[in-house]
């Protein structure tokens, strides 16, 4: 059984950083694409990041790039979201997930992941 538990979120000032991460257990995720995605109260689940196994060229919502980076350590089976220049847009519960897709299309759409976290709060204050 696999799980998926995020820890790093808070409550930052504008302008702060956090960094996310997601530990995986239960089944080596090496190969699966890694993603992040949020939901603000009375929003929908949106896209954030995702890495491919190779690390190759991930893709970053267009609220976020340049803002956010996505990493991850196959050796810890874990993946990370290092948030820097935080905005209030930016809060909202934050969480992981992992999808054996690798192609750059499904890596954004969160139905074709197969395995989720519990999701962690990050509140940024203005």
């Known amino acids: 059984q696999v799980q998926l538990v995020e820890s790093g979120g808070g409550l930052v000032q504008a302008g702060g950083s956090l960094r996310l991460s997601c530990a995986a257990s239960g089944r080596t995720l090496s190969t699966y694409t890694r993603g992040w995605f949020r939901q603000a109260p009375g929003k929908e689940r949106e896209f954030v990041a995702a890495?491919?196994?190779?690390?190759?060229?991930?893709p970053y919502a267009d609220s976020v790039k340049g803002r956010f980076t996505i990493s991850r350590d196959n050796a810890k089976n874990t993946v990370y979201l290092q948030m820097n220049s935080l905005k209030p847009d930016d809060t909202a519960v934050y969480y992981c997930a992992a999808t054996p897709r690798t192609d750059i299309m499904t890596m954004r759409r969160h139905e074709f992941y197969v395995y989720w976290g519990q999701g962690t709060q990050v509140t940024v204050s203005s």
């Open positions: 890495i491919a196994w190779s690390s190759a060229m991930p």
